[in-house]
T-cell receptor, first 119, second 113 residues
Framework: GAVVSQHPSRVICKSGTSVKIECRSL??????MFWYRQFPKQSLMLMAT?????????EQGVEKDKFLINHASLTLSTLTVTSAHPEDSSFYIC???????????????FGPGTRLTVL | AQSVTQLDSQVPVFEEAPVELRCNYS??????LFWYVQYPNQGLQLLLK??????LVKGINGFEAEFNKSQTSFHLRKPSVHISDTAEYFC???????????FGAGTRLFVKA
């Protein structure tokens, strides 16, 4: 299957700083990328959906000024957590999809996740 | 809107025993159904999916699931589990006309020796 990478895998930062997480599709062009947040022992919560070259669509309750998403190319999306606070500590997972128009090929491929710890 | 309910938060089972992880969904439109597995500190890996056709779907690692439209269920089964199957399993649903995938809360499968 297709490969999605995330960098960094772990990051620890001080409160008030900003952190950027990269999500890359390595062997396909991702027309759509998704960012999820996962709290310990809980499910994935969709934060936003981004399409290449356009603004991200945020889910209700997700602050777009705090979680900046950029999908500048067909293989790269970034999530920047601005002015991070301890409550932003979480596991962030991205996924990428190449929209082919066929549900049989529109599979979401998930990155390995980024563990963010804000001190 | 769709929703997914995974009826068991944890399922302990002995090695080589069969297992069933239960999933029910609700939706007013046609849906696609998925099961994903997540190992500790990793992303999700697709186990299997139901898009159309045969209601019995076979996936990787010996898992299978059966789509039951009348009961709105998509239970995951494996006839004989291994220690390595210990992981978190997520059921998910997506409406046939949309992009969003909605995940259940997850079931922790713990295989004991």
């Amino acid at each position: 299957g297709a490969v999605v990478s995330q960098h960094p895998s772990r990051v620890i930062c001080k409160s008030g700083t900003s952190v950027k997480i990269e999500c890359r599709s390595l062997d396909f062009q991702a027309t759509t990328m998704f960012w999820y947040r996962q709290f310990p022992k809980q499910s994935l919560m969709l934060m936003a959906t981004s399409n290449e070259g356009s603004k991200a669509t945020y889910e209700q309750g997700v602050e777009k000024d705090k979680f900046l998403i950029n999908h500048a190319s067909l293989t790269l999306s970034t999530l920047t957590v601005t002015s991070a606070h301890p409550e932003d500590s979480s596991f962030y997972i991205c996924s990428a999809m190449e929209a082919s128009g066929s549900p049989f090929r529109d599979e979401q491929f998930f990155g390995p996740g980024t563990r963010l710890t804000v001190l | 809107a769709q929703s997914v309910t995974q009826l068991d938060s944890q399922v302990p089972v002995f090695e080589e025993a069969p297992v069933e992880l239960r999933c029910n969904y609700s939706s007013s439109v046609s849906v696609y159904l998925f099961w994903y597995v997540q190992y500790p500190n990793q992303g999700l890996q697709l186990l299997l999916k139901y898009l159309s056709g045969s209601t019995l779907v076979k996936g990787i690692n010996g898992f299978e699931a059966e789509f039951n439209k009348s009961q709105t269920s998509f239970h995951l089964r494996k006839p004989s589990v291994h220690i390595s199957d210990t992981a978190e399993y997520f059921c998910a649903v997506k409406d046939t006309g949309g992009f969003k995938t909605i995940f259940g809360a997850g079931t922790r499968l713990f295989v004991k020796a």
